[in-house]
Structures are given as structure tokens and as C-alpha cells.
Nanobody, 121 residues
Framework: VQLVESGGGVVQAGGSLRLSCAASGFAFDMYRLGWFRQAPGKEREGVSCISWNSGSMYYTDSVKGRFTISRDNAKNTLYLQMNNLKPEDTAMYYC???????????????WGQGTQVTVSS
């Protein structure tokens, strides 16, 4: 299993970034996928998750209305569009394969190496 995130960077508050996660080594279109983040000194936080067929999405309260998760099963790729970024969104962002109907990073079966998002004020 391989999950490779990209798209992170440094952006000013109010800006946008689009994260991508290229997956291989498993049946991508059969699994619930998601993103979690971890800031220095903080616990992992489930940010957003999406069902195998894009029929349901979950967003943590702090990103609702700003972030949009999507997936392209034909391309084995997961996305996270992040708009109106805030300094508190600064963290390492990881994509994950999740077991069960949850977005809890503790239930992640696999995750990537992460991509850093830094939002300056």
C-alpha cells in the first residue's frame, strides 16, 4: 500500500490550497478514505472523510463550509480543496484509509507521509 500526498505549501490567511493523495497497492474504490492533520504538540484530528462511492462526506466542525473532499476512483486519487485558510489550519496533513464508518485517525489502516500546510496571518 502506498499513499503519496502533495499540494501543501505556505499560503496567507484567506488563501486556498488543493491537496492530492495518489494511492496504489489496494482496491481504492472499495474503501472509505479521509484526511487527518496533526499540528506540533497536538493530537491527530480527523478533518474530512468520504465513502467509497462519494455518497457521504464528513467534515470536522472547524472546516465545514471551507474544505471540500472528493475522490476520483478512476485515477485512484483523493483530494481536499481548502479555501479561506486560517492560521489554525497549519499542520501536517495526511491521507488515510479508514476502517468502518468513521473519520477517527485511530481507525486508520494506512496513511501516507504527509504534506505540510502553513497558513500565515
Amino acid at each position: 500500500v502506498q499513499l503519496v500526498e502533495s499540494g501543501g505549501g505556505v499560503v496567507q490567511a484567506g488563501g486556498s490550497l488543493r491537496l492530492s493523495c495518489a494511492a496504489s497497492g489496494f482496491a481504492f474504490d472499495m474503501y472509505r478514505l479521509g484526511w487527518f492533520r496533526q499540528a506540533p504538540g497536538k493530537e491527530r484530528e480527523g478533518v474530512s472523510c468520504i465513502s467509497w462511492n462519494s455518497g457521504s462526506m464528513y467534515y470536522t466542525d472547524s472546516v465545514k463550509g471551507r474544505f471540500t473532499i472528493s475522490r476520483d476512483n478512476a485515477k485512484n486519487t483523493l483530494y481536499l480543496q481548502m479555501n479561506n485558510l486560517k492560521p489554525e489550519d497549519t499542520a501536517m496533513y495526511y491521507c488515510m484509509v479508514v476502517s468502518g464508518n468513521t473519520c477517527d485517525p485511530q481507525m486508520a489502516r494506512y496513511w501516507g507521509q504527509g504534506t505540510q500546510v502553513t497558513v500565515s496571518s
